[in-house]
C-alpha cells in the first residue's frame, strides 16, 4: 500500500531531551515537507526537501532540524524540545519536483507534548 | 494581512445545500492553488488542484480569480460525509516548493 509513515504517532517528553520524528515514504516521491498544526494558525512549513541531500527552510524552522540521506526517509530531530513546540506535526511527500503543482501526501501526523 | 486567509466557519448547512467557500491570498505572483479536505485529528487529503480556468469534480466546483486574488470551493448537494475543515493551500512563488496553508473553514453538514 502507497503511504506516508510517521514515528512515534504520540509523543510526551521533557523540555531539553533530544527527540527524532521519523517520516518514511514507499512511493519513490522526491519531495518530502514537515508542517506543524495549531490551533488558529493552520498548517505551518517547516521544512522540505527536493531530493536527497536538498533541504531547505520553510516558514518556521527555528528548534528544528532535517536530513534526507536516503530518498524514501526525512527525520525530524528536534535537539532540545521547548514547550512552544507542542503541536501536531505532519509529513508529507509529492511526486517530483518538475511542478508544484503536484499533489501532497500527508502521513497520520504525530502529536508531540513538550512539558 | 495574513497570507492566505479563510472564514473559519463554522458553516452549518442543512443536507443538499449549496454551501460556498472562499479563499483570499496576498501575493499576486502565487502559481499553484488547491482544497485539501481535513477530518479532525487526521491527516490533509487533496480535494482539488485549482486551475485558472476552474474545475469540476462531482459536487465540487474550484475557481480561481487572479485579478481579485482569491480561490473559492462550492459544494452542491451538501451530504453529511462533507462535514470537514476545508484547507486553501498557494504555492506562493514559481520554482519554489513553499507551501502557505489557510487556518482552514469548518463545515458541518446537518441532517
Known amino acids: 500500500e502507497a503511504q506516508v509513515t510517521q514515528n512515534p504517532r504520540y509523543l510526551i517528553t521533557v523540555t531539553g531531551k533530544k527527540l527524532t520524528v521519523t517520516c518514511s515514504q514507499n512511493m519513490n516521491h522526491e519531495y518530502m515537507s514537515w508542517y506543524r498544526q495549531d490551533p488558529g494558525l493552520g498548517l505551518r512549513q517547516i521544512y522540505y526537501s527536493m531530493n536527497v541531500e536538498v533541504t531547505d527552510k520553510g516558514d518556521v524552522p527555528e528548534g528544528y532540524k532535517v536530513s534526507r540521506k536516503e530518498k524514501r526517509n526525512f527525520p525530524l530531530i528536534l535537539e532540545s524540545p521547548s514547550p512552544n513546540q507542542t503541536s501536531l506535526y505532519f509529513c508529507?511527500?509529492?511526486?517530483?519536483?518538475?511542478?508544484?503543482?503536484?499533489?501532497?501526501?500527508f502521513g497520520p501526523g504525530t502529536r508531540l507534548t513538550v512539558l | 494581512r495574513k497570507e492566505v486567509e479563510q472564514d473559519p466557519g463554522p458553516f452549518n448547512v442543512p443536507e443538499g445545500a449549496t454551501v460556498a467557500f472562499n479563499c483570499t491570498y496576498s501575493n499576486s505572483a502565487s502559481q499553484s492553488f488547491f482544497w485539501y479536505r481535513q477530518d479532525c485529528r487526521k491527516e490533509p487529503k487533496l480535494l482539488m488542484s485549482v486551475y485558472s480556468s476552474g474545475n469540476e469534480d462531482g459536487r465540487f466546483t474550484a475557481q480561481l480569480n487572479r485579478a481579485s486574488q482569491y480561490i473559492s470551493l462550492l459544494i452542491r448537494d451538501s451530504k453529511l460525509s462533507d462535514s470537514a475543515t476545508y484547507l486553501c493551500?498557494?504555492?506562493?512563488?514559481?520554482?519554489?516548493?513553499?507551501?502557505?496553508f489557510g487556518t482552514g473553514t469548518r463545515l458541518k453538514v446537518l441532517a
Open positions: 493551500v498557494v504555492n506562493m512563488n514559481a520554482g519554489t516548493y513553499k507551501y502557505i
Open positions: 508529507a511527500s509529492s511526486p517530483s519536483t518538475s511542478a508544484s503543482t503536484d499533489t501532497q501526501y
